[in-house]
């Protein structure tokens, strides 16, 4: 198990070092200038050609690279040109916001999700499956932010029983936190209970057609039994893949949650340096989101390794 991990560890380091490359190139290439954006329409050009030269852009693009790299390696991630902030101080007040959705989105929707899916598979072609099934369809058809707005609507400005928008920190005391993040975490979780129930579901059907499971309803073992110790367990690979990948997707995407209900969070920041073309921003919040893709397969693997003895070798 240890060293498939390795082997996985150090083939993520290239795949990072691709990234790096076509984030930085890709950048680069693009039209727009940096320097004309800082000195405003008025600049002249003996002004822009200054601010090239500090920027480094006068530079030949591989010496470009090979500063901004080493400057990685020692843990810069340089200062955006904005707002003349180092861009690591940018990014630390907005990952608690982020990450604290993320997290609870994605534990309320295993905790809602698997046990549907689970009593969809075990109750295939029921009621009760049909109406897991409806609802999954409908957590997929209805936009983000429409749920937003109607749970804005209902629990904030009708029952007045949480705040419209705003984040308070969890260092702020539980309560005031919880009523800023119950609302988002809401919203977002509609998606995901569907995802993660129609996967489960899917998995469990597979499964629960397998020979140990006849035997060992055969040997007497309850119902409850065979659905968690032998049929979850063995249908949970699937379903580790979409909670991963589910939790890695909305460190990046939930950039209209935010916007919805004014979180400070990274998703805003990434939408307002792509606007401002704040390039060093930009490039430091595409490597931290690949990053954390990196981070969440490592995890998923060794998830895989703990349910899947067969993966190990």
Excluded at 268 to 284: G, K
Aim: net charge positive; aromatic share 8%.
């Amino acid at each position: 198990m240890l060293g498939y991990l390795i082997r996985r560890i150090l083939a993520a380091i290239p795949v990072m070092g691709v990234v790096a490359l076509f984030v930085f190139l890709l950048l680069r290439l693009t039209p727009g200038d940096p320097a004309a954006i800082l000195a405003g329409d008025n600049a002249t050009p003996e002004q822009l050609d200054r601010i090239r030269t500090s920027l480094g852009l006068n530079e030949p693009i591989y010496i470009q690279f090979y500063t901004w790299v080493a400057k990685l390696l020692h843990g810069d991630l340089g200062v955006s040109l904005i707002s003349n902030k180092p861009i690591l101080e940018m990014i630390g007040p907005r990952l608690e916001p982020s990450i604290s959705v993320a997290l609870a989105t994605i534990i309320l929707s295993i905790l809602v999700a698997v046990p549907l899916g689970v009593i969809a598979a075990w109750k295939h072609g029921t009621w009760i499956d049909r109406c897991v099934m409806g609802l999954s369809v409908l957590g997929f058809s209805v936009p983000v932010f429409v749920i937003g707005y109607v749970l804005i609507q209902v629990f904030a400005i009708d029952l007045r029983w949480v705040p419209v928008q705003g984040f308070k920190s969890i260092s702020a005391g539980f309560g005031p936190f919880f009523e800023r993040i119950i609302l988002p975490t809401c919203t977002l979780s509609f998606i995901y209970v569907a995802l993660i129930a129609r996967m489960t579901r899917a998995s469990m059907l597979d499964v629960l057609g397998e020979d140990y499971v006849r035997t060992a309803r055969a040997k007497g073992i309850g119902e409850t039994g065979v659905l968690l110790r032998h049929a979850l367990r063995n249908a949970a690979v699937p379903v580790i893949t979409v909670i991963g990948s589910g939790f890695a997707l909305l460190i990046s995407g939930v950039v209209v949650t935010e916007s919805v209900f004014n979180l400070p969070g990274i998703g805003r920041l990434t939408v307002d340096a792509v606007l401002a073309r704040d390039y060093p921003v930009i490039q430091a919040m595409i490597l931290l989101t690949s990053g954390i893709y990196v981070g969440v397969n490592l995890l998923i693997d060794v998830a895989y390794t703990l349910l899947d003895p067969r993966i190990r070798y």
